[in-house]
């Protein structure tokens, strides 16, 4: 597989070695000529291990309309700098149709496909238990009968940023009688099975 951004970008969990991480614990669930759809892709970089089992990738985060700059002290701190660069990356997939990236809030792009479009989402977006739930939510209006819905940062820690993804997968789990399939390293996965 070739992969085409810096191995390390910023931050440990924003590396290839960690990408390679959460791939190996999903890969399975992703299945082949897929429509998959990567929501939360930040600097980039996920997506080199997600697009080899698709045949259509979406690649959605608000960049730029959530705001220009990260926040972060590093040197690669803006959000318009990193969704240029995902576009030159994914140029010659765009132009074959493989791939889209959309500068878009999660809920909205998620409620702009038809019903059962994709295959599996992954989802990395803003970990707060409300906007997660509302997430899953629309996930389970486009994600087909047998895909998944896959994620990062799921925390049972309280007092971790990252606690309302694991309330939130929670509940959508035990409410619609799902079971997690995933739970490994941050990475969690259920089936969507009615």
Wanted: hydrophobic share 40%; charged share 25%; net charge negative.
């Amino acid at each position: 597989m070739e992969y085409r951004f810096p191995k390390y970008k910023d931050a440990s969990w924003n590396s290839y070695n960690r990408h390679m991480e959460r791939y190996q614990t999903i890969k399975n669930l992703l299945g082949e000529n897929a429509i998959g759809a990567e929501i939360g892709v930040y600097k980039g970089g996920f997506g080199e291990f997600l697009r080899q089992h698709c045949k259509q990738l979406y690649l959605v985060d608000p960049w730029h309309r959530l705001k220009p700059y990260w926040g972060a002290a590093t040197p690669e701190n803006s959000s318009v700098g990193a969704f240029n660069n995902i576009l030159q990356v994914y140029a010659d997939e765009i132009e074959r149709g493989r791939v889209q990236v959309v500068a878009e809030f999660a809920v909205p792009f998620l409620l702009s496909l038809p019903d059962a479009h994709l295959d599996w989402v992954y989802l990395d977006a803003s970990h707060l238990y409300e906007d997660t739930v509302a997430e899953l939510r629309a996930s389970l209006r486009v994600v087909r009968r047998g895909g998944y819905i896959i994620g990062d940062d799921y925390d049972p820690d309280p007092s971790s940023k990252q606690h309302g993804v694991f309330l939130a997968v929670n509940e959508i789990v035990k409410d619609n009688g799902f079971v997690l399939c995933v739970n490994t390293g941050r990475q969690w996965a259920f089936q969507v099975t009615r």
